[in-house]
């Protein structure tokens, strides 16, 4: 049995036993137990992760088929991923390939797990879901049960992601004699250009932070239907 497991029966299970008796005495109530149970087990969660992520680790550096390919380069080299339970923090080894010289963490390539990646997909998802309702700050909240990802770290994301939706190609193309095109131009204020802060004043002391995007509307004819 795993580590984390054990070390919750002995010690979470008498601390919620404790509450429980607290509760008999009035000391505590029922929303008392709910939240104390809710964070133990999300801890043993994010504990239980950790501890198969680091016992595959250890199962790759015991692998024959390794030793045949690759050189341990460094040990105990400190992965952070935010999960959907909250922080998970664990510890793989670095490997060189003993022909091409490329240095990898094989556990990060059996996971599916990008080398500067910080978020896992589950966790991802939760904060696009959330951002587009309401705001980064929100979708930052959404993404685990326990932690937050950051404004910053949430727009990056948003702004990183892309959405294929292909259009199925119609069997026969449509016909008209007319198409309309309305073209416009609009004025929107920036409020900054790369980082808080980089816009510049002109002569008048005016920000320069005009952006002018095109508009450009396409229809068909109208037709009176009254």
Request: with cysteine; proline share 1%.
């Amino acid at each position: 049995m795993y580590n984390s497991i054990l070390q919750f029966i002995e010690k979470d299970i008498t601390e919620i036993e404790k509450l429980t008796g607290k509760i008999l005495t009035g000391e505590a109530d029922s929303d008392d137990l709910s939240e104390d149970i809710h964070d133990r087990v999300l801890r043993l969660g994010r504990d239980l992760i950790t501890e198969i992520y680091e016992k595959l680790d250890d199962e790759i550096r015991l692998s024959i088929s390794r030793k045949k390919k690759w050189n341990i380069e460094r040990r105990n080299e400190t992965k952070e991923l935010l999960d959907v339970m909250g922080t998970i923090r664990f510890e793989r080894t670095g490997y060189e390939n003993k022909k091409t010289g490329e240095y990898i963490y094989l556990l990060d390539r059996i996971l599916g797990i990008d080398a500067h990646q910080r978020i896992t997909l589950g966790a991802a998802a939760q904060i696009l879901e959330e951002t587009i309702m309401s705001s980064y700050r929100r979708g930052g909240e959404r993404a685990s049960k326990t932690d937050a990802a950051s404004k910053q770290a949430v727009k990056k994301l948003v702004h990183g992601t892309i959405v294929e939706m292909p259009l199925k190609e119609p069997e026969t193309k449509k016909k008209m004699k007319h198409l309309h095109i309305v073209a416009d131009e609009d004025h929107v204020a920036a409020q900054l250009w790369k980082e808080k802060g980089d816009l510049k004043e002109g002569v008048k002391g005016r920000k320069i932070n005009t952006i002018m995007p095109k508009l450009i509307c396409l229809y068909e004819d109208v037709i009176n239907e009254s």
